[in-house]
């Protein structure tokens, strides 16, 4: 039987369409860039080939604001994925929908151990926060959810978090005994 490498299994999900990876290619070098319609400025996510809202097929890949509101924040226990399946035998991975404020809503990984609570559900519907792009360990952008109240216009902050959350390197396999 050919099984894949442990190595392979231990990093995120990788399949990506075109639109995705030019959302990589994007957000290599700021917080958050999402596409922008060039007639109706309507900021689109996820990306595609023509504006959701007018359809014009000119979108152009600009700084977005970052900030918006939780819409809701859950816990999950559960993944089918080797990459997840590894860190929820843990604790929880915490991931949350938020309306940016230029528009679109988006998932995103939540920092939760930033926000000082016990879990995803306690933080409250509405409240503001923060969200920027980071490279996982596959090299894909990934979005990840802060309190407002982090300068997520830093490199190294955001670099920080992305560490703390283990999304920068690949689950490490248990020890057998």
Not at 65 to 90: I, M, N, P, T
Not at 137 to 149: H, K, W
Request: hydrophobic fraction near 40%.
């Amino acid at each position: 039987m050919n099984r894949p490498s442990l190595r392979l299994r231990s990093k995120p999900p990788k399949a990506r369409t075109p639109r995705g990876e030019d959302f990589t290619t994007a957000n290599l070098a700021g917080a958050l860039s999402m596409q922008q319609c060039a007639a109706c400025e309507r900021y689109n996510y996820p990306p595609r080939e023509v504006c959701e809202s007018c359809l014009n097929d000119v979108l152009i890949w600009r700084p977005a604001d970052s900030r918006g509101r939780l819409l809701q924040a859950v816990d999950l226990h559960h993944s089918l994925w080797e990459f997840f399946k590894r860190r929820l035998k843990h604790k929880p991975w915490s991931i949350a929908s938020v309306r940016l404020d230029a528009g679109p809503i988006v998932f995103a990984h939540l920092a939760l151990e930033l926000f000082d609570l016990a879990g995803a559900s306690d933080i409250p519907s509405g409240r503001t926060v923060a969200v920027f792009s980071h490279s996982d360990c596959g090299n894909q952008s990934v979005l990840i959810a802060v309190p407002d109240s982090i300068d997520v216009a830093d490199p190294k902050i955001r670099l920080q978090i992305a560490n703390s959350l283990g999304i920068t390197s690949a689950a490490q396999r248990e020890a057998t005994i």
